[in-house]
């Protein structure tokens, strides 16, 4: 999947950074072009209003609109280690951060959660460098990555792009983490607007014992994520491993009291993480960059939503 994304992802960045885009860029900051949404939404509307171009243009307008937003409040020029996350949306990170040019990256180091990330800092011209080469003592300074789905309590599902684990691993060595993502992605709990399930990355031979262990613990039909249109049989990841995608109710906030039925997002990603056969799991939990001081923490410290009306909504931790 993220090698298929990735091919989308380059078509799209590399249209806007054209020498024809770039040339008509040259007086105007490269946000402001962005700035406004291409259709005129108002609160009142509707999504489902808009044909599906327009639906689809609306969403891209959001999500570009709140990368440039993040990177601008985030990526502070002394900055020298940065990671990159995967999907659609960051495509539109490394746009913002190409955008401010040489004199400002050209000391940065850049850090990808896999092949399409990896790509897009190579197409823009910055600096790529791998995560196992960050010595273990150092962190990120900052990561930037998509999201499936955001809680009130930035609790996160990823893994929709089957690139969770690099996606923790980046997100772990940072020092702070910054979620950005389009309208769709904000909910109350996590299972309420993605449906398809908690990505889980498994080692194939024990698929059937997972899938078997997570129907026990309540996940209604998880299934092995197929490779198609693509690939026949299950998808791949970077890590050779396979995706389950696993849905549950909508999982309870930590701050909540517990329901019979219902879990909240600690308890179960507790739980998932210490079946044998899972590697990683989609859920990004427990502390953000402002409570473990020092790396470690899989939550962000701040989400930049792209409204639907142009605005940008920043949820902080
Ligand atoms: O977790 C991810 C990939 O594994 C992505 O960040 C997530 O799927 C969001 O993708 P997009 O920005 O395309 O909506």
């Not at 007086?27 to 406004?36: D, V």
């Not at 020029?77 to 050209?106: D, K, M, N, R």
């Not at 026949?232 to 309870?252: C, E, H, Q, S, Y």
Request: net charge positive; aromatic share 8%.
């Amino acid at each position: 999947m993220c090698a298929s994304l990735h091919r989308t992802a380059r078509s799209i960045f590399t249209h806007f950074l054209s020498p024809r885009h770039r040339y008509s860029c040259s007086s105007t900051p490269f946000h402001l072009i962005y700035s406004k949404p291409i259709i005129q939404f108002t609160k009142k509307m509707s999504i489902s209003a808009l044909s599906a171009t327009e639906a689809a243009k609306l969403i891209e307008t959001s999500k570009r609109l709140a990368a440039f937003q993040a990177v601008k409040d985030y990526l502070l020029p002394i900055y020298t280690h940065i990671g990159i996350g995967s999907g659609s949306t960051v495509v539109y990170v490394v746009e913002a951060i190409a955008a401010l040019g040489p004199s400002v990256t050209s000391g940065m180091t850049f850090y990808p959660t896999g092949a399409q990330s990896e790509e897009l800092i190579e197409a823009a011209g910055l600096n790529l460098q791998y995560i196992n080469k960050l010595p273990p003592n150092k962190f990120l300074d900052v990561a930037f990555d998509g999201a499936d789905e955001v809680d009130g309590e930035l609790n996160l599902i990823k893994g929709g792009g089957a690139c969770l684990w690099q996606e923790k691993i980046v997100a772990t060595a940072a020092k702070q983490f910054v979620c950005v993502a389009d309208f769709r992605k904000l909910s109350e709990r996590l299972g309420t607007s993605w449906t398809k399930g908690i990505p889980i990355e498994v080692l194939p031979m024990a698929a059937p014992r997972v899938l078997g262990e997570l129907k026990a613990m309540g996940s209604l039909e998880p299934k092995i994520r197929p490779g198609l249109p693509g690939k026949a049989g299950a998808i791949v990841t970077d890590n050779g491993l396979w995706i389950i995608d696993a849905p549950f109710k909508p999982l309870r906030l930590n701050g909540e009291e517990s329901k019979e039925g219902e879990w909240k997002v600690d308890e179960l990603a507790d739980r998932l993480i210490k079946i044998p056969g899972i590697a990683e799991i989609g859920l990004f939990y427990g502390k953000n960059g402002l409570q473990a001081q020092g790396g470690g923490a899989q939550k962000p410290i701040a989400a930049y939503f792209g409204m639907a009306d142009g605005s940008v909504e920043v949820k902080k931790a």
